[in-house]
């Protein structure tokens, strides 16, 4: 994609974003609304979505996309490395990466953005694509500016999700 449709469409997404967040701070609502805008502006998105962590590990949340892997340890895969490590990971070639857990066998590329706040890990934004090498630095700026956004607009509450944090 050109790199300047590319920014026009996540700037859209960012307004849409700042629309949706608005008048909502509910984690389950605010969750569900940023997999679906997000799969909605990522043409080649297999799987949109968010790992929320209790404590011990990276437990499925909200997401667009096929069945996905439920749990995942800190470390383990592209979001448990994230997730550990407190930042961003893009992997070109799934395929080719050592630490790489398939849960779709249709991604091809992944983006894995870590969320905390206030210095706590909250979970990871967990992006796929059908296409190999689909994200760069572009859409890492974006993302994590799409989910710092998220953070300041949304009050966390586990108990929801039957999470301990």
Known sequence: MNKKIKEDNYKLMLAQAQGL???????????????????????????????????????LGPFQGRVSCVHIALGKGVCGQSASLGQTIIVDDVKKHDNYISCDSAAMSEIVVPIYKE???????????????????????????????????????FDMFGVEN
Do not use: C, P, R
Not at 42 to 48: H, I, R
Not at 136 to 157: A, G, H, I, P, S
């Open 21 to 59: 967040f608005a008048n909502e701070d509910n984690a389950l609502a605010n969750l569900s609304n940023a997999s679906a805008l997000l799969n909605m502006t990522l043409a080649n998105s297999v799987f949109t979505g968010f790992y929320l962590y209790n404590g011990q590990e990276l437990i």
């Open 119 to 157: 210095g706590k890990l909250l979970g990871v934004l967990d992006l796929d694509s059908s296409e190999v090498a689909d994200y760069d630095t572009l859409d890492q700026k974006y993302l994590e500016e799409f989910v710092n956004l998220l953070v300041e607009k949304t009050k966390f509450n």
